[in-house]
Each structure stands twice: as C-alpha cells, then as structure tokens.
C-alpha cells in the first residue's frame, strides 16, 4: 500500500506537465515486449531482475542510488534513482511479489515521460525460467514524444541483449557492455 500511496503522490509530480500540454499535439503512449529463458531456477532468477541485484550482470550505466530503504534492498516500495545522461529518473518498485512472479517497476523523468516496466516468469524446468518484460512509454509533454519514440525502438532490442548478458554473467563471465 505504501507503494501506491508514493506513486499516487509521484503523479501528482506529472500533474502539472500535462495540464500544460497542448491538445492539438498527441502525446506518445507506446508499449514492447519481449521475451527470454534465463537458464537457471525460479529461486537464482528472480532476484536477477531486482534493482539492486541487477548490479550484478547490467553493467556501469545501471546504479541506483536508493532513497528508500537504506540500506539498499530489493523490496516493493523501493524509490531510487537512475542517472539516465543528462536527466535523473525517479523509480518505484510498484511490484516485488516473489510469490506470484510478478515485478514491476514505475519511472518518471521529469517534463517528458513516465515508463511502467512489468516483468512476469514462468520456470519451465527445474534451471530454466521463462522472463516475460513489456515497456509501456507514456510522453508526458510534447518534448517526451521523441524520447518515448526512441526508448521505444531501443526496447525492441533488448530482450537480446538482457539475454546475452544474463547467459554471460551465470556461466561465469564479466558481461561486456556498451557504453
């Protein structure tokens, strides 16, 4: 409940950039998913997929600066941030239900959009666990447009590269990754 009540209180942030926004222009609003096996247990592969964990196989670029809880932990309610170039993302872990497989993350960056991220598995043996991710994009400005429109096309790929650098990291490797 405490998630919600943050992310309630999150939105109230965006209020005022979509009371600015121009009728005449649309705002994108633009969903991908995609799909991977991560070739370990239930148990191994999901804390994979939580904010502070993930450390451990997304590279340099993901590093998350937790503002709740601290210590930095994996658990619904979690509020961090994500340095994304010039802007400063605000997430919330909306959903971190290890019971019903699900997580889901909530972001913001300011002025220009708001990205929801579900995240769903389904082990289908006993080392093998099946990883369902879709983006929803929502501009929330007409300058979000391009952002939306351009996250969206990196989405498309990601499922690749989230699947190689997943495979990387369990057998043993140090992921490379792209600047």
């Not at 592969?45 to 939580?50: E, K, M, Y």
């Not at 619904?76 to 971190?96: D, K």
């Not at 889901?104 to 220009?112: E, I, K, N, W």
């Amino acid at each position: 409940m405490n998630a919600m009540h943050l992310l309630v209180g999150l939105a109230g942030i965006a209020m005022p950039a979509l009371a600015q926004t121009p009728a005449a222009q649309p705002l994108l609003h633009l969903s991908t998913s995609f799909d991977l096996v991560v070739h370990a247990s239930y148990a191994r592969t999901a804390p994979l997929f939580g904010p502070e964990a993930e450390r451990a196989w997304a590279g340099s670029h993901w590093n998350p600066q937790f503002i709740h809880p601290q210590p930095a932990a994996d658990v619904e309610g979690a509020v961090f941030t994500i340095q994304q170039g010039p802007l400063n993302a605000v997430w919330v872990n909306t959903i971190f239900d290890l019971e019903a497989r699900h997580f889901q993350y909530v972001y913001f960056l300011p002025d220009l959009m708001v990205t929801v991220i579900d995240v769903r598995f389904q082990p289908t043996t006993d080392d093998a666990t099946g990883v369902h991710v879709v983006y929803t994009r929502t501009a929330i400005t007409p300058a979000g447009n391009q952002h939306v429109a351009a996250m969206n096309e990196g989405d498309k790929s990601a499922g690749i590269e989230w699947q190689q650098t997943i495979d990387q990291y369990l057998a043993g490797n140090k992921p490379v990754h792209k600047p």
